[in-house]
């Protein structure tokens, strides 16, 4: 028999497993059914924690973002942007924050609640990012003559870009990394060479 999980713990599972049902599905195609099944709780005991699809949904995208923003934990300096950015931009790993922005568009129209959070979210790693990038100004590791408010927004649009990629099979192949590559000589000044 398996010991029962205290309820923060069981939230936390539930939660988890819905971050990765809706990243392989949508938000459309995943059943609060099936995201109980696979987190080994019966629907009533999900309800408990999430009072509906949609507060699940959003609680996931706050968990991505939670996800990124730790991502630069113990990183300092002018690496701290490029870890942040390798991992927005990444698609191999778990669970991605554009992943869930990009389905979130979809529903946005017609769904004010999830509009007005993806809205407020997007504006709030916006903020973040610019606030990186002029630490990055501040060290020298970012040139200087970069706007952070643009240049934030470019960087929103490059994981958009990677996301469209991974979801398409790849078709950029190469192209990819030489987006990244230049954007990386764009900001820092510094002409590495391009990766094999």
């Known amino acids: 028999m398996t010991a029962r999980l205290p309820k923060a713990e069981r939230r936390q599972a539930v939660l988890e497993t819905a971050c990765r049902v ?46 990124l923003r730790g991502c630069s934990e113990g990183v300092t300096g002018g690496r701290r942007i490029g870890a942040i950015a390798s991992e927005y931009m990444d698609n191999s ?60 927004w470019i960087l929103l649009g490059g994981g958009m870009l990677a996301t469209i990629n991974g979801r398409l099979g790849g078709f ?10 230049e954007r990386r000589r764009w900001m820092s000044g510094q002409d590495d060479e391009l990766p094999a």
């Open 22 to 67: 809706f990243s392989q599905s949508s938000y459309r195609g995943a059943t609060t059914a099936e995201i109980a099944a696979e987190a080994g709780v019966s629907e009533p005991i999900l309800y408990r924690h999430f009072g509906s699809k949609r507060e699940l949904y959003l609680a996931c995208l706050e968990q991505a973002w939670q996800r």
């Open 93 to 152: 790993g778990p669970v991605k924050l554009i992943d869930l922005w990009i389905q979130a568009l979809s529903i946005a129209a017609d769904d004010e609640v999830i509009a007005h959070a993806l809205r407020e979210q997007v504006r709030e790693v916006h903020g973040w990012f610019v606030e990186l990038i002029r630490e990055g100004q501040a060290e020298g590791t970012i040139q200087p003559d970069r706007d952070p408010v643009a240049e934030a």
């Open 172 to 181: 950029l192949g190469e192209d990819l990394a030489r987006v990244r590559h």
